[in-house]
Nanobody, 124 residues
Framework: QVQLVESGGGLVQAGGSLRLSCAAS????????IGWFRQAPGKGREFVAA????????KRADSVKGRFAISRDSAKNTVYLQMNSLKPEDTAIYYC?????????????????WGQGTQVTVSS
């Protein structure tokens, strides 16, 4: 079983950047597809990005394409979400999650293990 811990959230002005980290322990990240999700106040948890178990495939939600990128450092057992050109509507709690499926998926139920989340606030 893997444990996931997110970090890197904070307060940033619109147009700024943040890099979120998802540190895994207990198992190697190469055992799982890893996804990032976010939940804004009063809204459901939505898919942001994912990287496959092999690390060769990534996908992103349309709302973040061209601004966010997901990557993995197997040596550090960590997955990153680089967020550029941030907008106020990106404000949310960001969660990383691990899936035993090779490619993860776009839905919450595709993922088996979740971190506790990190807050991202983008001011206008």
């Amino acid at each position: 079983q893997v444990q996931l811990v997110e970090s890197g959230g904070g307060l940033v002005q619109a147009g700024g950047s943040l890099r979120l980290s998802c540190a895994a322990s207990g198992r190697t990240v190469r055992t799982y597809a890893i996804g990032w999700f976010r939940q804004a106040p009063g809204k459901g948890r939505e898919f942001v990005a994912a990287i496959s178990r092999s690390g060769d495939n990534t996908k992103r939600a349309d709302s973040v394409k061209g601004r966010f990128a997901i990557s993995r450092d197997s040596a550090k057992n960590t997955v990153y979400l680089q967020m550029n050109s941030l907008k106020p509507e990106d404000t949310a709690i960001y969660y990383c999650a691990a899936s035993t499926d090779a490619y993860g998926g776009l839905e919450n139920y595709n993922y088996d293990y979740w971190g506790q989340g990190t807050q991202v606030t983008v001011s206008s």
